[in-house]
């Protein structure tokens, strides 16, 4: 066993070393600012300010294509689309409305006419988004980008300020989503941080890929790509 | 399930929050080697108490039930309950330094970023260990219940993880100085 002086020596560079910590102020802001006490299930006024994501590093307003209809999400907790099925874990129900401002903010600010993308020819077409809640605040909303055919040469269009992770198998970008809402007399207001976007490319026919994104509100980042993980695998 | 739902309770925990960021994240630190998994870890801890407000907040120690919420996360995250039990009543033998030779590796640790690589590479029961006995500065006891082992399993994965951290401090081990460098620029400081 331990002798009281060695004990007095790791409690000292303990303290040294715990000292040393400092929490970075993104962190700070993002674990003081997390709405930790939603109320499940009771969205609707979200909706009814009209909101809209804002891209802060463009600082451009995109509309968001936040699709309301639950007929193509199944029961049992599993998301559809496309061809694609999601299976949610379990405690999550499909959500009539949105329960989710930012997901996806990048595409449809790409569809439109994004820069940088000349030559994939992405179609105009907003893509659909479904969405699934959990009992306890969390959300998690799927949005399928429109497939194209990567050039050599051409740039991955969703390839700007994400950070490469895995999820399963799949190679994946993870976005901290900037997002504003428009407020009561249109006035931009800061959406609180803690939202990220999961875009995870995915294999469609004729050698054209596509992005799946899942997003996530009241999720960590982690909870955010295990669940992805699993779904993907599912 | 519980929600807060009374504007005093919702100001007591997000007073609360404010107050307890700074050292769940630095104990989570200290549990994961990584500033992004301490910053996981303590959102998820503050969800687990929020949850449960309306209870925590009328202990006598809420920020004491908050560092329990966090080793468990860091703890079922790491490794099963099971195989954590195992991990900690492994037979001696790893102890091959003694006490001497760890208080003098420990006296000569003048960088603190090595001392945190260090204390990453000792299994997560034997790490838990001594974050909450030397760190945390809690009783044997207290740490045997977070962790639901005997006071005996506490005093030898503690004795065992000092020699593993030691031994690594004595030369087992330094990374490259670009993974150091890494984990300074996410905000931890030497």
Known sequence: MI???????????????????????????????????????????????????????????????????????????????????????????????????????????????????????????????????????????????????????????????????????????????????????????????????????????????????????????????????????? | MEWIADGRAKRQFEAFVAGETERLFRTAYLMTGDAADAEDLVQEAFVRIARRWHRVRSMKRPAAYARRALVNLALDGARRRSKLRAELDAPEGGAEHADETAARALREVDDLAEFRWALAQVPPGQRAVLVLRYWEDLAVAEVAEILGCSAGTVKSAASRGTARLASILAGDGWPARESVTSATQKGVTP
């Open chain 1, 3 to 234: 002798t009281e002086d060695l004990e007095d020596e790791l409690r000292q560079t303990f303290a040294r070393a715990g000292a040393g910590i400092e929490v970075p102020e993104a962190a700070r802001m993002r674990l003081r600012e997390r709405n930790y006490h939603p109320r499940p299930m009771h969205r609707g006024a979200v909706g009814a300010v009209g909101a809209v994501a804002l891209a802060a590093a463009t600082g451009i307003a995109v509309p968001l294509a936040l699709g309301g209809g639950s007929a193509a999400v199944a029961s049992g907790a599993k998301i559809r689309l496309d061809s694609y099925t999601f299976t949610m874990p379990a405690g999550y129900h499909p959500a009539r409305r949105p329960c989710l401002l930012g997901i996806g903010i990048h595409i449809p600010h790409i569809v439109s006419g994004g820069k940088g993308i000349s030559g994939i020819g992405l179609p105009k077409v907003p893509p659909q988004m479904r969405a699934a809640a959990s009992t306890d605040g969390g959300c998690v909303g799927l949005m399928l980008s429109p497939a194209y055919r990567p050039k050599p040469g051409s740039p991955d269009p969703y390839a700007i300020g994400g950070s490469p992770v895995l999820v399963g198998g799949h190679k994946a970008l993870l976005y901290d989503v900037p997002a504003a809402q428009r407020g009561p007399g249109g006035k931009l207001v800061p959406l609180r941080p803690g939202i990220f976007d999961l875009f995870v490319l995915v294999p469609t026919r004729g050698g054209k890929v596509r992005d799946l994104v899942i997003g996530s509100d009241n999720l960590t980042k982690r909870q955010l790509i295990a669940i992805a993980a699993s779904g993907l695998s599912s």
